[in-house]
């Protein structure tokens, strides 16, 4: 349904939506630490992989000659493809975890949030969890019709610094790739 209301409402972005994993704090021996480290686990998921793909793909181009990236033979297109696709990869990973670091209930930000909270704003931060997605959910539309606000700027800006450990091969590999 989320995708649906997004396109119908042109807000300018796509998600998906999925039912949240189940989880029972009770099996915690310290429930607050491993809702913690529960809720860190999949931001940090995404970072690994987005590191480590950084790493390989960094690894793998420094054996390929820079002729192989700029020639225009078929074989070197396929090439050429590779570090644009690992690009996407990368990208759409950073963008996952610093969205899901965003601490509105239910994304893991909040239950991250949560840890470092009093016990009345963990309590103020349950009471609201129900009306979470409602409350991101406007966030979205309202970054999406002002053309961009802190959200947009904290993605752009942790994708520009996340530029810096692609490399100048990386980058130009992938600039030939999308022309």
Not at 78 to 84: D, F, Y
Request: aromatic content about 14%; glycine content about 8%.
């Amino acid at each position: 349904m989320l995708p649906a209301i997004l396109l119908v409402t042109r807000a300018g972005f796509l998600i998906g939506y999925a039912k949240p994993v189940p989880v029972d704090p009770t099996y915690f021996r310290n429930p607050l630490k491993g809702m913690l480290y529960t809720a860190a686990a999949g931001p940090g998921t995404s970072l690994l992989l987005a590191a480590f793909m950084t790493i390989f793909v960094r690894l793998v181009l420094l054996a390929v000659p820079e002729s192989a990236i700029v020639d225009d033979a078929i074989g070197f297109e396929v090439l050429r493809s590779v570090p644009g696709f690992c690009y996407y990869f990368v990208l759409w990973n950073i963008v996952l975890t610093v969205f899901n670091l965003i601490p509105i209930p239910p994304l893991d930000g909040s239950k991250i949030l949560a840890y470092f909270l009093s016990a009345n704003g963990r309590r103020i931060l349950t009471s609201i969890e129900r009306y979470g997605f409602l409350v991101l959910l406007v966030v979205l539309l309202v970054e999406s019709r002002a053309g961009g606000g802190p959200l947009s700027w904290l993605l752009e800006n942790t994708v520009s610094g996340w530029h810096t450990f692609f490399g100048v091969k990386w980058s130009a590999a992938v600039y030939l790739f999308m022309q």
